[in-house]
């Protein structure tokens, strides 16, 4: 998502009212769960303008990029930690019975809302920004900021973006694209509405749907698998893994399943690669192709 100020007020509403309510029920995890999942089934709506014929054939290609930038962010995550000088156990997220489990159904929400949206015109660009809005209020309002993590930002920040190298250079050698339309698309670090219109102008609409897609899937692959990898990779490697969505879409996954004191991580590592992104892409994009 593009940078959005209103997704700072949004938080900073939802942090005030837990502080000065200090009201806490399940219901508010369950409406965190429900958001969450309507915000994916809008993620998906959002693709209906696109041809089924181009995503037959782009998808495929898309995902195996995006899975070679977690991939590889994973790998460094991993290492990172292991340099590091041993660190206490993190806070785990509030964690509930779940009768199915979350990957499957945000993978579903993802299918249903791409199939609503070839049916029913969704206005996904509203409604996705409040969406977030209410995400972020929600994660905010049961969300303990410890400032003294900022630290150790320097993590998520060199895993995310050793990762989108090594990965961008990668898929140019094996796929035989142009490095700076592979390095523009991987190191937009999930913002597919800049790599998207930015390599498109750049390189033509095939080339401008593998950079929106590989970053559309790179966002909602980070929320599929949190579940899964959350325990191993904690708040660090989550974060790293959601590149410049840690502030916004994939926070509340950072927080629940790797580390619930994470989220100012997640803020601060979010915002500084969403800036990074909107200067990097367009300078790798102006190299010759």
């Known amino acids: 998502m593009a940078f959005d100020p209103f997704l700072y007020v ?43 014929g181009s995503l037959a054939i782009m998808v495929p290609v898309a995902l195996g990029f995006a899975l070679l930038i977690l991939g590889l962010t994973t790998v460094a995550s991993l290492l990172l930690a292991r340099l590091r000088p041993a660190s206490p156990a993190p806070t785990p997220g509030a964690q509930m019975r779940e009768r199915f489990p979350l990957s499957l159904i945000l993978v579903g929400a993802v299918l249903g809302g791409f199939g609503i949206g070839h049916v029913v015109n969704v206005p996904t660009a509203n409604t996705i920004e409040w969406a977030l809005y209410v995400l972020l209020a929600l994660v905010a309002f049961d969300l303990p900021l410890k400032w003294t993590g900022l630290r150790a930002v320097w993590v998520p920040l060199t895993a995310a973006t050793s990762g989108a190298l090594v990965a961008g250079a990668l898929f140019a050698v094996l796929s035989g694209t142009a490095l700076p339309v592979s390095m523009g698309t991987s190191l937009a670090f999930g913002w597919y509405t800049l790599a998207g219109p930015l390599v498109l102008a750049r390189a033509g609409a095939v080339l401008g749907l ?10 909602n692959l980070t929320m599929v698998l949190s579940p899964v990898v959350g325990r191993r990779l904690r708040g660090e490697g989550l974060t790293a893994l959601g590149g410049a969505t840690a502030m916004d879409t994939t926070l509340y996954f950072v927080t629940r399943y790797g580390d619930r004191d994470a989220g100012s991580l997640a803020l601060a590592s979010g915002l500084i690669l969403t800036v990074a992104a909107s200067l990097i892409v367009p300078l790798v994009l102006a190299f010759p192709l």
């Open 10 to 52: 949004a938080f900073v509403l939802g942090l005030v009212a837990g502080r000065l309510t200090h009201w806490r029920s399940p219901w508010v995890s369950r409406a965190l769960v429900l958001t969450v999942i309507v915000l994916v089934g809008l993620l998906g709506a959002s693709l209906n303008d696109v041809a089924l």
């Open 210 to 219: 593998l950079a929106f897609l590989t970053n559309f899937l790179r966002e």
